[in-house]
C-alpha cells in the first residue's frame, strides 16, 4: 500500500503544473481578440470613407469625374482633390484646388449624386440628419438641417495663384446605405439665414466621388 501511494505521488505533483500551462495558452491566445485601438473606424459609404478623388474639370462628357458648368470661374484645367479620412468616431473630408480664379471666395458641399450634364444633376446636400420637409427642388433651406454641424461645407478663398485647401470635420460616419457621391463648387460662399440656408450661389463645378 505504502509503495504504491509512493508512485502515484509523482503524477499529482505533476498536474497542476501541467494546468497552469494550459491557462497561460489560452491568455496568449486571447491576445489578438483585444490588440485593435479602441475607436478604430471602419471604412463605411461604399468606398467613399477613407478614399480620395482627383478630377481635372473640363466641359461635361459621359463618364467624366471633374465637371466645369462655369469656364470662367472654374476653368478647365483646373483640378480638385476630396480626401474622405476616418477621424477617430467621425471623418474629416480635405477639399484641395488648385488654378481656380485666384483671390476669389467660393462655396463647396458633399451632394447626394455623382456629377452630370447640369449641376443640378449632384442633387441635394448630403446631410446626416436628411430634413423630413425638403426634397430635391426646392432642397432643405432650415437652418436646423441646412447648417455645417450637419452637411459637410467646404467653403475657401482661392490665392493669388487660384489655389486653396479646406478641411471639415464631423463627429459622425456616412450612412453606407446613402453615401455622398459628389463635391460641387459653388459661385459664393454658403448663407446660413433661415429660407436661404445652406445656399450659395450657381453651380460651377463638380467632382464625383467613388461610389
Known amino acids: ?3 504504491r501511494a509512493v508512485l502515484v505521488l509523482p ?3 505533476l498536474l497542476p503544473a501541467v494546468l497552469a500551462g494550459c491557462g497561460d495558452d489560452a491568455r496568449d ?3 489578438p481578440a483585444v490588440s485593435a485601438p479602441a475607436g478604430a473606424v471602419a471604412p463605411t459609404g461604399g468606398g467613399t470613407a477613407g478614399a480620395t478623388a482627383t478630377g481635372t474639370f473640363a466641359p461635361y462628357a459621359a463618364g467624366a469625374t471633374a465637371v466645369t458648368y462655369d469656364p470662367a470661374l472654374v ?3 483646373a483640378v480638385a482633390t476630396v480626401t474622405l479620412s476616418p477621424a477617430g468616431s467621425g471623418t474629416t473630408v480635405r477639399l484641395a484646388v488648385t488654378r481656380l480664379q485666384p483671390g476669389r471666395g467660393y462655396g463647396a458641399h458633399l451632394h447626394v449624386k ?3 450634364p447640369t449641376g443640378d444633376a449632384a442633387g441635394p446636400h448630403y446631410q446626416h440628419h436628411p430634413d423630413p420637409a425638403a426634397s430635391a427642388s426646392p432642397p432643405s433651406v432650415d437652418p436646423s438641417y441646412a447648417n455645417p454641424a ?3 461645407w467646404l467653403d475657401f478663398t482661392t490665392d493669388g495663384s487660384g489655389d486653396a485647401t479646406t478641411t471639415a470635420t464631423q463627429p459622425w460616419t ?3 446605405a446613402r453615401a455622398p457621391r459628389s463635391v ?3 459661385a459664393q460662399p454658403t448663407k446660413t439665414a433661415p429660407g436661404v440656408a445652406g445656399t450659395a450661389g450657381a453651380r460651377l463645378g463638380c467632382l464625383t466621388l467613388p461610389g
Open 75 to 77: 476653368p478647365p484645367g
Open 29 to 31: 491566445d486571447a491576445v
Open 114 to 116: 455623382p456629377c452630370g
Open 184 to 186: 460641387i463648387i459653388h
Open 150 to 152: 450637419n452637411e459637410v
Open 1 to 3: 500500500m505504502r509503495r
Open 174 to 176: 456616412f450612412d453606407p
Open 11 to 13: 503524477a499529482l505533483v
